[in-house]
């Protein structure tokens, strides 16, 4: 499965951005679908998660502010990022998981400017 993301970009604090994840297969038999993050020199975290039973998971730092969605129908995953502060700048990253493997995209840029 190719995963490719896309939506990043520059936006000042307070703002907001939507990314996609295009998949090239089905994602219906994925167990969860997922998007992490990584900033400079830090390690990469798990940001949020939507089950294939439709459960969503975030982290707290995003809570309240950011929406995980997905469309099997269009094997396309979102992520709807509200009220940017600048500590969410990071690469962000589309994850496909399976039952014995995970899937990654190339990451997109999100910047967020004070």
């Known amino acids: 499965v190719q995963l490719v993301e896309s939506g990043g970009g520059l936006v000042q604090a307070g703002g907001s951005l939507k990314l996609s994840c295009a998949a090239s297969?089905?994602?219906?038999?994925?167990?969860?679908m997922a998007w992490y993050r990584q900033a400079p020199g830090k390690q990469r975290d798990l940001v949020a998660r939507?089950?294939?039973?439709?459960?969503?998971y975030y982290a707290d730092s995003v809570k309240g502010r950011f929406t995980i969605s997905r469309d099997n129908a269009k094997n396309t995953v979102w992520l709807q990022m509200n009220t940017l502060k600048p500590e969410d700048t990071a690469v962000y990253y589309c994850?496909?998981?399976?039952?014995?493997?995970?899937?990654w995209g190339q990451g997109t840029q999100v910047t967020v400017s004070s």
């Open positions: 994850s496909a998981e399976g039952y014995t493997i995970t899937y």
């Open positions: 297969e089905s994602i219906f038999s994925m167990t969860a």
């Open positions: 939507i089950r294939s039973g439709g459960s969503t």
